[in-house]
């Protein structure tokens, strides 16, 4: 056998030595946590083998098996720890070292969006926060309110009374006309109109891919992933939308913006009217905004925010937004008594106004129980350590993703009474002492909480405060009787599979 050759053996033997033992370390360090069984290298692959958007949900909490302590599962040698506790919940959102979103996770929503708030993390998340802060400034949130009124009395230009029917759609359309018209321009009219039906095609369809993805290995690359149906039609939308097109609008809405406020000299004058989100990105150092701040590259910056945002905030406003409908519409006497608030608080108004609001507080009892027991996010991952740690003791290696089980820490009996009961007086003050600030995170928590947590408590409750004094909510007969067991598929946000289906029964004018 020839020098050559030998030497070539050799260096494969060193090199299939160092891989066996690097499978082994990490094999060690796995099962170290409690979980499934698993396959070595593959992890848990396999049982999310031909999962789809509706049922990869199901197949984590098969994974997970209703464990209260920390539960591993694996994939490809990344190691994702579930963390239910809220004591372990709390430990992951106040880490110096969990942070960062996971990019196993998010790395699929910057396909569309690379430098959103939601996927950007470390200093350069730190700006893009505090830039977008004053959008979500009570004051503004006030200004707000007029078209978050005007979209819900849209919704109920859209409502087939007496029919069962997806309520979903209409909820989506309503929340993205919202959202566009605070964000982005007052009239969704000229280039806006055009831009808003594009990009709601691409959120309908994009947000599906994340949790499909995430699970499946052999799908993260894009070019595996394109040769899926999915993947296909995915590919075949960005394609025909063309991004260009929507960079081209957002920043034509930019130039406008920036003539506008280059024209205004006083406080008075900007603060009398409604700004939108890029307005305030675009403001200078005089600005009479809190918190202001200018990031570097704006329109880039700016575009992607508007992308992703977009996204976040119809996909959970919506989703949280349904639940509560299919569950209303099962609990005709929590109906009545949210109806008995707003007549008592709105009564002949003619619309729901910023001082109604915070008088609204059994609608959002309601509301937080709804988020309770069905969250929109039900989980969310940490992760991409930048270095090994330790988590209860245990060796957890670099490049770990922590997945956060807000679904299990909302349901946990040593927190809740009667968890899987649907009882919105549970968030009365005095029954609400001494909870575990974890326990609850319906907009998630820590440093990287949600910072439209009041932009959606707002629309829900604009939109229910109109809705229920013109609207009972009947049920439809389709097997759905409690809302802790309703089926749950997630992907940006969590959704009923199939839809939300109920029935719009008119009230006498007397109700109303």
Not at 373 to 398: C, E, Y
Not at 400 to 410: D, I, P, Q, R, Y
Request: aromatic share 10%.
């Amino acid at each position: 056998m020839s020098a050559a050759v030998l030497l070539f053996v050799a260096l494969a033997a060193v090199v299939v030595s160092r891989v066996v033992l690097a499978v082994l370390r990490f094999r060690r360090v796995e099962l170290a946590f409690d979980g499934e069984p698993s396959l070595p290298v593959l992890g848990n692959s396999l049982a999310f083998l031909g999962a789809t958007e509706d049922d990869v949900f199901y197949r984590i909490r098969g994974l997970w098996g209703g464990r209260r302590h920390v539960t591993r599962m694996s994939l490809l040698g990344h190691l994702i720890l579930i963390v239910s506790d809220p004591d372990d919940i709390e430990k992951v959102f106040r880490g110096k070292d969990t942070q960062d979103k996971s990019r196993i996770f998010y790395q699929f929503l910057e396909y569309i969006s690379r430098n959103g708030l939601v996927t950007i993390n470390g200093a350069e998340w730190r700006t893009h926060r505090k830039a977008l802060t004053p959008a979500f400034h009570g004051e503004l949130l006030d200004k707000y309110q007029e078209v978050f009124d005007e979209e819900a009395k849209g919704f109920l230009a859209r409502v087939r009374p007496g029919v069962a029917h997806d309520v979903m759609p209409s909820l989506k359309t309503g929340s993205a006309r919202a959202f566009f018209r605070t964000a982005l321009t007052t009239d969704i009219t000229g280039d806006a109109a055009d831009f808003f039906p594009v990009m709601m095609e691409v959120l309908e369809a994009f947000p599906r891919t994340m949790t499909f993805r995430s699970f499946q290995p052999w799908f993260w690359t894009d070019a595996t992933f394109g040769l899926t149906s999915l993947g296909r039609h995915v590919t075949d939308l960005i394609a025909k939308v063309d991004l260009y097109y929507a960079k081209k609008m957002a920043r034509k809405e930019m130039a406008r913006v920036r003539s506008q406020l280059h024209r205004k000299g006083h406080e008075e004058d900007f603060i009398k009217e409604r700004p939108t989100l890029i307005e305030i990105l675009l403001q200078d150092s005089d600005s009479p905004l809190p918190d202001r701040h200018i990031m570097d590259e704006p329109d880039r910056h700016i575009m992607d925010e508007l992308i992703i945002f977009t996204g976040a905030a119809i996909e959970t406003t919506v989703a949280s937004l349904g639940w509560t409908f299919k569950t209303l519409s099962l609990r005709p006497d929590v109906q009545d008594r949210i109806l008995e608030e707003v007549d008592e608080v709105v009564g002949q108004a003619g619309a729901v106004l910023p001082e109604h609001l915070p008088r609204l507080e059994y609608t959002e009892r309601v509301i937080k129980e709804s988020l309770r027991l069905t969250p929109a996010v039900p989980m969310l991952a940490r992760g991409n350590l930048h270095a090994a740690t330790t988590f209860n003791g245990k060796h957890v290696p670099k490049g770990s993703t922590f997945l956060v089980n807000m679904l299990g820490a909302h349901r946990d009996p040593r927190h809740w009474e009667e968890p899987l009961k649907f009882d919105p007086d549970r968030w009365l003050p005095e029954r609400s002492q001494g909870r575990h600030h974890y326990a609850y995170m319906p907009f998630s928590a820590g440093p990287r909480n949600c910072i439209g947590g009041r932009y959606a408590m707002a629309v829900m409750k604009t939109l229910l405060a109109n809705v229920l004094p013109r609207y009972r909510v009947d049920p439809v007969d389709d097997g759905l009787t409690d809302p802790a067991t309703f089926p749950m598929s997630f992907g940006i946000a969590s959704q009923l599979p199939g839809g939300v289906h109920v029935v719009f029964t008119p009230r006498q004018p007397s109700a109303a």
